[in-house]
Nanobody, 119 residues
Framework: QVQLVETGGGLVQTGGSLKLSCAASGVFTGINDMGWHRQAPGKRRELVAHVPNHGITEYGDSLKGRFSISRDIANNAVYLQMNNLKPEDTGVYFC?????????????WGQGTQVTVSS
């Protein structure tokens, strides 16, 4: 199985920056994609950004330009640099990985890290 641990959330003022980190551990053969989703109070979980091993990095609507995602494939990690944060960016940010474990390919999620942007 795959465990994902996120760090880096917290409270920041409007216009501030945060960097989230996520590291994968456990028993797996490979990871084909890693990324971030977020869920605001009362809203659906939505894509923030993801980076496939082969393909194009994808961002959620209106986030590219303020958010930047990167991966360290060798160390099974993904990062999210968030700049010029706005109150509407508040929510729980979840790390995601599509990985090959002993049970086959599957989607895995971290526990989430809270990001709060004050106005």
């Amino acid at each position: 199985q795959v465990q994902l641990v996120e760090t880096g959330g917290g409270l920041v003022q409007t216009g501030g920056s945060l960097k989230l980190s996520c590291a994968a551990s456990g028993v797996f053969t490979g990871i084909n994609d890693m990324g971030w989703h977020r869920q605001a109070p009362g809203k659906r979980r939505e894509l923030v950004a993801h980076v496939p091993n082969h393909g194009i990095t994808e961002y959620g609507d209106s986030l590219k330009g303020r958010f930047s995602i990167s991966r360290d494939i060798a160390n099974n990690a993904v990062y999210l640099q968030m700049n010029n944060l706005k109150p509407e960016d508040t929510g729980v940010y979840f790390c995601h990985a599509y990985a090959l474990s002993t049970t086959g390919w599957d989607n895995y999620w971290g526990q989430g890290t809270q990001v709060t942007v004050s106005s």
